[in-house]
């Protein structure tokens, strides 16, 4: 199976920046539709980002104009660049397939994004 980790999470002020980068361990970031997901306790993980064939990017409405999704094919990185933070935005974020294929790609560990003052 597909081992997916996720890092660049932290504790933010409001109104800051982070960037999450996922690495994989077989070369499907660059191939295949990825996207960015993330939870919150009591909450079903949800799809704030992802990117398709030809660059094709979506984002969640909740993110949109804040947070960027790119594929760094020469480090062989998913990243989120997330801008403009609010406390809404605190949770685990995971990379995974979009649409998700468990059975190939399991969740990683997430990073962990705080937007606290």
């Known amino acids: 199976q597909v081992q997916l980790v996720e890092s660049g999470g932290g504790l933010v002020q409001p109104g800051g920046s982070l960037r999450l980068s996922c690495t994989a361990s077989?070369?499907?970031?660059?191939?295949?539709?990825m996207g960015w997901y993330r939870q919150t306790p009591g909450k079903e993980r949800e799809l704030v980002a992802s990117i398709h064939d030809n660059d094709l990017r979506k984002y969640s409405d909740s993110v949109k104009g804040r947070f960027t999704i790119s594929r760094d094919n020469a480090k062989k990185t998913l990243n989120l660049q997330m801008n403009i933070l609010k406390p809404e935005d605190t949770a685990v974020y995971y990379c995974?397939?979009?649409?998700?294929?468990?059975?190939?790609?399991?969740w990683g560990q997430g990073t962990q994004v705080t937007v606290s003052s």
């Open positions: 077989e070369n499907i970031l660059s191939i295949l539709s």
């Open positions: 995974n397939l979009v649409p998700l294929q468990l059975g190939y790609a399991g």
